[in-house]
C-alpha cells in the first residue's frame, strides 16, 4: 500500500498564500512523478502541477506565475507553495504520486484532499 498524506490546506484571504505539503510512505520502490490536482464543487478533477525529477516541472496555465511546485526526493515530500491566491482556486487539492510499488505495480497514487478555501 501508498500512503499519501497532504496537510497545509484552510482558509486564505485572496492575495494572500497556502504552502500544501504531501508525504508519501508506504511500499513504494520507485517514484516517477509527484503532482497536484484540485476539483471544484461538481466538476472533474483537474492537473495543477506536476514535478518529474528533481526539477522538471508542469503547471496548468491558470496557476502559471503564481504556484510553485518542488519535491524532497529524500523525504518523498511533494510541496505546492500557492501565492496570490484568487477566489477562483477555492478547491479540493489532492496529491498524485506515480510510481511503482516493492510489488511491481505501477501506478497513479492518490492522497484523501484538502481543502483550501479563498474568501474576498
Known sequence: QVQL????GGLVQAGGSLRLSCVASGNI????????YRQFPGKER???AR???SDSTNYADSVQG???????NAKNTVY???NSLKREDTAVYYC?????????VYGDYW??????????
Open 46 to 48: 483537474e492537473f495543477v
Open 51 to 53: 514535478i518529474i525529477g
Open 66 to 72: 503564481r504556484f510553485t511546485i518542488s519535491r524532497d
Open 96 to 104: 498524485n504520486v506515480r510510481g511503482r510499488t516493492t510489488e511491481g
Open 29 to 36: 520502490f520507485s517514484i516517477n512523478a509527484m503532482g497536484w
Open 5 to 8: 498524506v497532504e496537510s497545509g
Open 111 to 120: 492522497g484523501q484532499g484538502t481543502q483550501v478555501t479563498v474568501s474576498s
Open 80 to 82: 505546492l507553495q500557492m
